[in-house]
């Protein structure tokens, strides 16, 4: 199972550099934590990954604003503990 913290890592540095590669290695890490999330059933992180996967898309057109990222990477970690 991929971690949180695994995550947070890898959001960080897309939201530093704001590189493609790392956005999209940030974004395909996101979207193994969100099937994960979907097939335990727990919606409420699901939609957060959903959220964060959009902010790191944005990201990686170099059209998102940093703090909506953390904002979002924020509310994975409280919603989405024992995935």
């Known amino acids: 199972m991929e971690?949180?913290?695994e995550l947070e890592i890898l959001t960080k540095?897309?939201?530093e550099t704001k590189g493609t590669r790392?956005?999209?290695?940030?974004?395909s890490f996101a979207?193994?934590?969100?099937n994960q999330a979907a097939s335990s059933?727990?919606?409420a992180c699901q939609s957060r990954l959903l959220g964060l996967e959009s902010?790191?898309?944005?990201l990686s057109f170099q059209a998102g604003r940093d703090g909506l990222g953390l904002?979002?990477?924020e509310e994975v970690n409280m919603f989405c503990n024992g995935i």
């Open 13 to 15: 540095r897309c939201i």
């Open 41 to 43: 059933g727990n919606f």
């Open 22 to 27: 790392e956005c999209r290695v940030a974004l």
């Open 55 to 58: 902010d790191l898309i944005r």
């Open 71 to 73: 904002k979002m990477l």
């Open 31 to 34: 979207e193994v934590l969100q």
């Open 3 to 5: 971690s949180l913290s």
